[in-house]
């Protein structure tokens, strides 16, 4: 295998491997959720982690690792697909990063985590700049076992965590596919007033919370004329891409609404070109979160 011309390396999440392998180009290898690659960086919907400057370090030994990878920077996370021992011995001599669960809302680390792994026995691939502040992507939070009626809150701790913005106390948020009310939770905690709206009931603890209404039916009845002013527009409703875009396209043109967190849902494999149009939007990112299942997540946020 060729190493040396490694220009970029990308972790995607374990069940979705091949969306990530459709975007790249110069693919060299994969090893396990490590996609090597000849190519320069680009900016990947479907990678956890993109490693932007790997490089080969040459070793004669555990401490030899170590040692050349302090040299770098202090902090180093390991990928381990192979030689799992020796890896773990390298890592070891390096300084401790902390793997505790988040507690949210959090601040997001301010250190630059390098990413590693052993390519061979002798050779570390190592990328000090990598995309993601957090070891191999992963943003892992303390979980809520009373509160929230689904695990869905994750994926909003995650988005909001990255964004580095929160819905302020009085917000007037929708939440629109809110049942059975994780997201509505996570936002009722924020302080902010959530219309919550589902063809399904919500949760009855979530619906009874202070500052939650509840409107059952189609969200796609929602417009934009119905409300004079919306802080936050949130969609976790399943339904096909375009739907989805046609509907916050409505509410782009109004201008009623400058924030927008909502997942893009696939049904089969996932369609590259129905993404892009979300993409498109100006000030727009789409992204796969580590707590996405088969979808991505559209974020575009008033930075004001
Ligand atoms: C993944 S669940 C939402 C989970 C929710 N975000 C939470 O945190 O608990 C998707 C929801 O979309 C709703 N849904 C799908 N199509 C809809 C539509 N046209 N109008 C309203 N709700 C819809 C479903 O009833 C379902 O409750």
Not at 57 to 84: E, M, P
Not at 137 to 159: C, H, Q, V, W
Not at 240 to 264: A, R, V, Y
């Given at each position: 295998?060729v190493y ?5 390396a ?5 069940d979705?491997m ?5 975007e790249?180009?110069g693919?060299?290898?994969?090893h ?6 000849s190519?320069?960086p ?6 956890l982690n ?7 370090l040459t070793?004669?030994s555990?401490?030899?690792g170590?040692?050349?990878l ?23 001599k ?7 669960p988040?507690?949210?809302?959090c601040?997001?680390p ?11 026995e ?5 990328s000090?700049?990598c995309?993601?502040l ?6 892992i939070f303390e979980e ?7 695990r869905?809150y994750?994926?909003l701790?995650?988005?909001l965590?990255?964004i580095e913005?929160l819905p302020?106390?009085g917000?007037?948020c929708?939440d629109?596919?809110?049942s059975?009310?994780g ?6 905690k924020l302080g ?12 009855p ?11 059952k039916g189609?969200?796609f009845?929602i417009k934009?004329s ?9 969609s976790?409703?399943?339904c096909?891409p375009e ?5 916050i ?15 893009i ?6 369609d ?11 000030g727009?990112?789409?992204m ?13 946020i008033?930075?004001?």
């Amino acid at each position: 295998m060729v190493y040396k011309l490694i220009r970029s390396a990308y972790l995607g999440s374990k069940d979705y491997m091949t969306p990530l392998e459709n975007e790249l180009d110069g693919i060299i290898a994969i090893h396990d959720q490590l996609v090597l690659s000849s190519s320069v960086p680009v900016k990947s919907l479907w990678s956890l982690n993109t490693w932007h400057n790997p490089k080969i370090l040459t070793i004669d030994s555990i401490n030899d690792g170590a040692k050349k990878l302090k040299n770098i920077q202090r902090n180093w996370c390991l990928y381990s697909y192979q030689f799992h021992r020796r890896a773990k011995l390298i890592q070891e001599k390096l300084p401790y990063v902390s793997a505790k669960p988040l507690s949210f809302p959090c601040n997001l680390p301010t250190s630059p985590m390098g990413s590693w792994t052993l390519l061979s026995e002798n050779q570390i691939l190592a990328s000090s700049n990598c995309s993601s502040l957090f070891k191999n992507g992963e943003i892992i939070f303390e979980e809520n076992k009373e509160g929230p009626p689904s695990r869905a809150y994750l994926k909003l701790y995650e988005t909001l965590t990255k964004i580095e913005k929160l819905p302020k106390p009085g917000d007037f948020c929708i939440d629109a596919g809110g049942s059975p009310g994780g997201w509505t939770w996570v936002l009722q905690k924020l302080g902010a007033q959530v219309i919550s709206i589902d063809r399904a009931l919500l949760d009855p603890r979530i619906a009874s919370l202070p500052n939650v209404k509840y409107y059952k039916g189609d969200v796609f009845s929602i417009k934009p004329s119905d409300y004079d002013k919306v802080d936050w527009l949130f969609s976790d409703v399943i339904c096909f891409p375009e739907k989805l875009f046609d509907w916050i396209s409505l509410w782009f043109e109004s201008g009623k609404c400058n924030n927008f967190i909502c997942t893009i849902k696939f049904q089969g494999s996932p369609d590259y070109n129905s993404a892009k149009k979300f993409l498109e939007i100006n000030g727009s990112q789409v992204m796969h979160l580590y707590n996405n299942k088969h979808e991505l997540t559209f974020i575009h946020i008033d930075k004001k």
